[in-house]
């Protein structure tokens, strides 16, 4: 009888440290940051500039970032982020990957490379083969990464010409 009551006593003791723990430490969320990261594609893809979809739906209802955050996801995405925040969707332009250096295949290589056939592995050999630093590698690692089928390779006359980005 002792060990039961004394089993209770630890119980309602932790119970009641617990209880006090939740009140103290209790950390308030928006609840409009769920619903947010509900309505958004669900990548992860960090193509928005954030940590992942959980980060950017933090950042649209602190005001640092857009409706239109999502690259992955729609204007129907767009559309249902606004009226969540109950702002105006705006208009949302898709957003092109512009490089200046027009580099990709057409610019000239600094060394020839003859290793594994990974953008990673050519990254790191400094920048890349090509002069241009920011144009397409070309290896494909996008390609294989990317989970909706987004990107393609476009070969012209037998050789990789461009990666190109599919709408849709």
């Known amino acids: 009888m002792i060990s039961i009551l004394a089993l209770m006593g630890i119980g309602a003791t932790c119970g009641t440290v617990l209880s006090l723990a939740s009140k103290i430490f209790y950390v308030w969320e928006d609840p409009r940051i769920a619903e947010v990261e509900y309505v958004l594609a669900g ?8 940590a ?15 409706p239109s955050v999502c690259v992955v996801a729609g204007p129907e995405t767009t559309i249902q982020v606004a009226e969540v925040m ?42 890349g083969q090509r002069v241009c630093t920011i144009g397409c590698i070309g290896n494909g690692d996008c ?25 849709g």
């Open 86 to 127: 109950g702002v105006d969707p705006g208009s949302a332009e898709p957003r092109l990957s512009l490089n200046e250096c027009e580099g990709g295949f057409r610019a000239a290589n600094k060394f020839l490379y003859d290793g594994v056939k990974s953008c990673a592995a050519m990254a790191a050999m400094y920048g």
């Open 52 to 66: 992942g979809c959980s980060a950017a739906a933090v950042g649209v209802v602190a005001g640092k970032a857009p």
């Open 143 to 167: 390609i294989i990464s990317c989970q909706f089928d987004a990107i393609v390779q476009e070969f012209v006359g037998g050789t990789e010409a461009a990666l190109a980005f599919v709408e």
């Open 43 to 50: 990548a992860n893809c960090g193509g928005c500039g954030y």
